[in-house]
């Protein structure tokens, strides 16, 4: 299965700015997602990345707040922007499963907005 | 709705003894994947366990197994012979036609294995 390398792996920042997270994969893959997991709670979709199209972004996430870059097929970016205490969370990156392996994560970026 | 019901928040076992994890699924895809992952206090997502809607026999790994009853669309994961190790959050997960989908998560048990 897919290896992720996930940065950075914590960030505290102050609330108005913005944090871009990297991840870069050790093989090709035509989906990368991203998703949110706010303190206490499980882990909610923010969009899905496709290598040469626009992301897709699920319902209460938008473009403006998440831009995601995914200019090849083993890297992408995930920036949240304009930050406030409650983007607080630990944000992860992921790819689909290599049979039945299951999907790969990266180790996440806790980040604490202040 | 949700796809994902796990309606056990917290559950505590006894250190060798077997642990059931509860999970329900809603679809409507006959092709789909269920999963169940590990999230130790480190953060890390580890996997443990993959069901596929056409398998015909319960996946085994390890000291994990998957009860799988597709009638009650439940897919149980039953950890054997706990260890003070496998104290984390689990989740159970389900994909849902084509491998290029993501995962929707259920909101999660926190194990708790006592010596």
Partial sequence: ?114 | AQKITQTQPGMFVQEKEAVTLDCTYDTSDPSYGLFWYKQPSSGEMIFLIYQGSYDQQNATEGRYSLNFQKARKSANLVISASQLGDSAMYFCAMREGSQNTPLVFGKGTRLSVIA
């Fill in chain 1, 1 to 114: 299965s897919a290896v992720i390398s996930q940065k950075p792996s914590r960030d505290i920042c102050q609330r108005g700015t913005s944090l871009t997270i990297q991840c870069q994969v050790d093989s090709q893959v035509t989906m990368m997602f991203w998703y949110r997991q706010q303190p206490g709670q499980s882990l909610t979709l923010i969009a899905t990345a496709n290598q040469g199209s626009e992301a897709t972004y699920e319902s209460g996430f938008v473009i403006d707040k998440f831009p995601i870059s995914r200019p090849n097929l083993t890297f992408s970016t995930l920036t949240v922007s304009n930050m406030s205490p409650e983007d607080s969370s630990i944000y992860l990156c992921s790819v689909g499963p290599a049979g039945r392996y299951g999907y790969t994560f990266g180790s996440g970026t806790r980040l604490t907005v202040v």
